[in-house]
């Protein structure tokens, strides 16, 4: 199981950003998926989540600007972002649900996610 992130960079201020993350070794139709992200001094927090169906579900904070979808047919998940604000500045990383040895989890809407991609730093500038 791989999960390889990238699109990161830096933008300004209301601009956006399109974070991709090509999963090799799973279909990402087997699993709910979710994209994290952690800032600078703060702890890992959930930003988006696709179930196995489709479904989706977001954190207030980025509710109407980021929009995460899924090619199946590529196997890479997607992490739109729009009118990006200077507090979206952070790592951000894909995650797939389970439990794996040896690996950090962190819970979103109750789901356990273990599985990580490397990350991908965005910075926002004011």
């Known amino acids: 199981v791989q999960l390889q992130a990238s699109g990161g960079g830096l933008v300004q201020a209301g601009g956006s950003l399109r974070l991709s993350c090509a999963a090799s070794g799973f279909s990402l139709d087997d699993f709910a998926l979710a994209w994290f992200r952690q800032a600078p001094g703060k702890e890992r927090q959930g930003v988006s989540l696709m179930s196995r169906g489709g479904s989706t579900l977001y954190a207030d904070s980025v509710k109407g600007r980021f929009t995460i979808s899924r090619d199946s047919a590529e196997n890479t998940l997607y992490l739109q972002m729009n009118s990006l604000k200077p507090d979206d500045t952070a790592v951000y990383y894909c995650?797939?649900?389970?439990?794996?040895?040896?690996?950090?989890?962190?819970?979103?809407?109750?789901?356990?996610?273990?599985?990580w991609g490397q990350g991908t730093l965005v910075t926002v500038s004011s």
């Open positions: 995650a797939r649900e389970g439990a794996r040895a040896n690996s950090v989890s962190s819970y979103f809407r109750g789901r356990r996610f273990g599985y």
